[in-house]
């Protein structure tokens, strides 16, 4: 990837590649989210299943999603990403 990124650079000139390397980001930041979300919501799923299998109550389940450290990181990511891509696509 990064050589085809050199080898596009030396031919086009510095605006095309201003333009090629923002749909990159956008691309990236697209996968990115894709790929998190789609953890989450397995994690989630997860917790679920298990809490079914254990018969716990609803909101105790509820609770343990909600206090769940990576699901707390998970969510922040996404909107830290969520806001990284609004700013590319105001530049």
Partial sequence: ?????????????????????????????????????????RLEKEILDRSMKLKMPQNKFEEIINNNNELINLKKTLEDLEMESESHSKV
Avoid: A, R
Wanted: no cysteine; charged share 25%; glycine share 0%.
């Fill in 1 to 41: 990837m990064i050589v085809e990124i050199i080898q596009i650079k030396n031919f086009f000139p510095l605006k095309y590649y201003y333009i090629f390397n923002k749909v990159l980001d956008q691309q990236d930041l697209k996968l990115s989210k894709k790929l998190i979300s789609s953890y989450k919501k």
